[in-house]
């Protein structure tokens, strides 16, 4: 969006205005933490890394202060300003997308211990393929659904909507193979386990990622569109059937 028309680019109040500016830096510099948690952890599933899998796991906290901090940013300008309209919908939007990326945050250190186990265990092939498909497009959603908020674009949040769907399908059948792998192999129950809860845990980034595509709509368009089924999809894509 060109800054010239974005309605939290101008204020009567400059130092109102720097404010609300300041909670959107916040929020994209912890969601730029939590991306790069997200992708750490694949990337230490995968090689094997048990210490890169320890460093995630151990910065949990990290994640939990960003937003502590800025809710309390929140709070403090609520009760300063009393906002209303776009402004008011911004710091709402913003608290709702702290609470999203803080759960993303515990999804990633969760993948770390689960992560953990299956190093220890002795890594096996078993499962990874649809890891890396799942967390490839988990992680360009969350990285797309972030960029949709620093550029208040409505287009690309909706496309993030769309892919939540087709998550939701690779995961599901994800499930089917590996429960039909340990009936057949009763010995792989342990790292299977694993590999299920990895996977249910990239599952749930993704809709974390939906939901913060949808605080993008509620900001600039101020339409809530959270269980309404009204996540229409871009022009030119596709409906799923």
């Known amino acids: ?17 720097q404010e609300l500016e300041s909670l959107k830096t916040q929020l994209l510099a912890m969601g730029g933490l939590v991306e790069r948690q997200i ?52 710091v709402l939007a913003v608290t709702r997308a702290t609470s999203d990326l803080e759960r993303m945050g515990d999804e990633a250190n969760k ?8 190093i220890e265990e002795g890594l096996t092939s078993r499962g990874f393929t649809e890891i890396r498909h799942i967390s490839t497009r988990v992680r360009d959603m969350v990285r797309n659904a972030l960029t949709a908020f620093a550029r208040m ?13 087709i998550v939701d399908q690779d995961y599901q059948t994800a499930m089917r193979s590996l429960v039909t792998f340990m009936m057949e192999d009763p010995r792989s129950i342990s790292s299977v386990l694993n590999v299920m809860w990895i996977l249910r845990s990239l599952e749930r980034i ?13 900001l600039v368009e101020g339409d809530d569109i959270r269980h309404s089924g009204n996540a229409s999809p871009s022009p030119g894509s ?4």
């Open 1 to 17: 969006m060109d800054i010239a028309n974005d309605p939290h680019s101008q204020h009567i109040s400059r130092q109102f205005n």
């Open 39 to 90: 992708n750490e952890v694949i990337a230490a599933l995968l090689e094997g890394d048990f210490e890169a899998a320890e460093r995630v796991r151990d910065n949990d906290r990290e994640v939990n202060n960003f937003q502590l901090d800025i809710d309390d940013e929140c709070a403090h300008i609520l009760a300063r300003r009393q906002p209303t309209a776009s402004d008011l919908r911004l």
């Open 111 to 118: 993948i770390a211990r689960h992560a953990l186990s299956l």
């Open 153 to 165: 674009d409505v287009p690309m949040a909706r496309e993030v909507l769309g892919e939540d769907e």
């Open 206 to 218: 993704g809709d974390h990622a939906d939901n913060l595509a949808e605080s993008v709509v509620y």
């Open 238 to 241: 596709t409906p799923t059937p």
